[in-house]
């Protein structure tokens, strides 16, 4: 298995709404990231979990709760969310952190906040 | 500060060859990765370089120079599919990737 699974596809919530957004990988990487992408922009890192600990939290606001149960889940809790925070979140993972040769993005969640 | 300079947009004919370039700086260097990236999809790995020179993987190749802060992506005999953002990033001495604004490439018939 070389992929990252993520679900939903597709979300559209509303501004009083929680929701979680999934991702899973099977390649015993022990590294995974969440990124948020909006149109025409690169992929903006929002938080990194190193050995199912988060190393990095790139200063993201707190209606955004990242959650790393196991070695290959990463969850991100989403919470009062808005319409600002519409966009293509992905999830990523690598063998290690300073290991990102094998850097794999899964196909991302589509989010619209109403 | 940390940057990661390419064009915006380029435009190339089915059958052709292109040249994407990517300058950079960045505080520390740990490899240069292009990726491809089509609308609405995430981004698949193309290409990485850490030492200077040539890469060739079949259609595509990518070049590095670190003294110069500078790589390129080549594209030959286009395809329509090549039709897709690309995306630079550069892994600074944090083994952050710092990602480029990316470069839409247009194929036309």
């Known amino acids: 298995d070389t992929e990252v699974t993520q679900t939903p596809k597709h979300l559209v919530m509303g501004m009083t709404n929680k929701k979680s957004l999934k991702c899973e990988q099977h390649m015993g990487h022990r590294a995974m990231y969440w990124y948020k992408q909006k149109a025409k922009k690169p992929p903006e890192l929002m938080f990194v979990y190193s050995y199912e600990k988060l190393s990095i939290n790139e200063s993201v606001p707190s209606r955004f709760s990242p959650e790393c149960p196991n070695s290959s889940l990463l969850n991100l809790h989403l919470h009062a969310l808005q319409p600002e925070d519409s966009a293509l979140y992905l999830c990523?993972?690598?063998?290690?952190?300073?290991?990102?040769?094998?850097?794999?993005f899964g196909s991302g969640t589509r989010l619209t906040v109403v | 500060g940390q940057n990661i300079d390419q064009p915006t947009e380029m435009t190339a004919t089915e059958g052709a060859i292109v040249q994407i370039n990517c300058t950079y700086q960045t505080s520390g260097f740990n490899g240069l990765f292009w990726y491809q990236q089509h609308a609405g999809e995430a981004p698949t790995f193309l290409s990485y370089?850490?030492l200077d020179g040539l890469e060739e993987k079949g259609r595509f190749s990518s070049f590095l120079s670190r003294s110069k802060g500078y790589s390129y992506l080549l594209l030959k005999e286009l395809q329509m599919k090549d039709s897709a953002s690309y995306l630079c990033a550069v892994g600074d001495s944090n083994y952050q990737l710092i990602w480029g604004a990316g470069t839409k490439l247009i194929i036309k018939p």
């Open positions: 370089n850490v």
């Open positions: 990523a993972s690598s063998q290690e952190r300073e290991i990102y040769y094998g850097y794999t």
